[in-house]
């Protein structure tokens, strides 16, 4: 059983084993995946119609080392998009006499899917402070339910090292309080967050020392790359909004943060929006197929992206593309999708051929 004085890279190798596992747990507790699945779909559904935050029932899982994992769907409504999204939630949590104690696994909030980047520790004492400083009553479960519902990301930026050498970070948690913790040492990004102060709370060092975490916290607040095409696709004017997502990006890397990779993304992602509705496989009223789009997607745009990254003399950036295109359309349970059509509309949107051309290259790159 893993506790504040195991070794972080024990640690981590635990938590990254056991996460699947209880995951696994969790859809084998619903039913199954097609049970899970439906519940899911539900949960979205009630979500968007009452226009406020739902949850599943939670499961509780003990690994074979003892461990105490909670899990949970979580589904979140975004007014600016009116749109809802949903995922898995997995938290190995343990009990003091007096408190509780957190572990929890982090991802790159930025990629669907992406490699899990971080654990973070929320001590005891923390839990302490976080029930007297934000005003939560009740038992250590309610403290528990209340905490991890209440956040669906949080962003960790480095601090100044301490007279020792330790290495501090500041957490944004929500919208206005911080948490304040070290690095622990070792190759992996483990994190013990061991107290939690509102922005109330901070002095004026404080608060100009923590500022950069707390502008980036504003700025990176969770809004699942799916549902930001969503709110593309459905807005009436697109170019406000464009600019919007721009503006943002361009406050981040105001703050030094690499936004290039994002940006390349979300503009891929874009053309094969547009490209499905040009070609009548989807309208932009069909929420269920874009919210599906954003998941399948995009682990094969990420893919791409770093192919042309890698710069190999083997790999066609075209024909890469097209490939892409079709994967995403098989995923996606297309039938008969007219690929070639496909591709004649990306060299079309991506390289500004005029149809002439494109339809006359497309019948070279890919004879009958």
């Not at 699945?37 to 968007?48: F, I, Y």
């Not at 119609?49 to 939670?58: A, D, E, F, G, T």
């Not at 005003?135 to 930026?157: A, H, P, Q, W, Y």
């Not at 989807?282 to 770093?306: C, M, N, P, Q, V």
Request: hydrophobic content about 35%.
């Amino acid at each position: 059983m893993i506790n504040l004085n195991t070794p972080s890279d024990v640690m981590w190798a635990t938590l990254a084993k056991e996460y699947e596992k209880a995951k696994y747990w969790m859809i084998k507790q619903f039913g199954g995946e097609k049970r899970y699945e439906a519940m899911r779909d539900d949960l979205l559904r009630k979500c968007a119609y009452s226009q406020r935050p739902m949850l599943s029932k939670p499961v509780y899982y003990t690994s074979s080392e003892g461990n105490r994992w909670i899990c949970f769907e979580n589904a979140f409504y975004y007014p600016d998009s009116l749109a809802s999204n949903c995922m898995p939630n997995c938290f190995c949590y343990f009990e003091t006499a007096s408190s509780i104690g957190v572990f929890m696994v982090g991802f790159n909030e930025l990629i669907h899917g992406g490699d899990m980047n971080c654990v973070l520790i929320f001590t005891p004492h923390f839990f302490q402070r976080y029930a007297e400083r934000m005003g939560v009553s009740g038992d250590k479960n309610e403290l528990l339910m209340k905490f991890i519902t209440s956040t669906r990301s949080f962003t960790v930026s480095p601090m100044e090292p301490d007279e020792n050498g330790v290495e501090r970070i500041t957490v944004r948690i929500t919208t206005d309080c911080t948490g304040h913790g070290i690095r622990r040492s070792g190759k992996e990004n483990v994190f013990e967050v061991r107290t939690i102060l509102t922005d109330a709370q901070l002095s004026k060092a404080q608060a100009a020392r923590t500022e950069h975490v707390r502008s980036l916290g504003d700025l990176t607040r969770f809004e699942p790359l799916e549902v930001t095409e969503r709110r593309l696709n459905n807005c009436g004017d697109i170019k406000d909004v464009a600019k919007a997502f721009y503006d943002k990006i361009d406050k981040l890397e105001s703050l030094g943060v690499d936004t290039s990779f994002q940006t390349r993304g979300l503009k891929l992602s874009m053309t094969f929006s547009k490209i499905f509705m040009q070609m009548g496989i989807a309208t932009i009223y069909d929420s269920d197929f874009w919210t599906k789009l954003g998941r399948e997607s995009h682990a094969s745009i990420l893919r791409y992206l770093h192919g042309l990254d890698e710069n190999d003399k083997d790999f066609d950036p075209f024909k890469e593309l097209v490939k892409v295109a079709r994967e995403i359309a098989a995923r996606m349970g297309v039938r008969k999708f007219a690929w070639r059509e496909c591709a004649k509309l990306l060299l079309m949107d991506i390289y500004q051929y005029n149809e002439a051309t494109a339809a006359e290259t497309i019948r070279e790159l890919y004879p009958m």
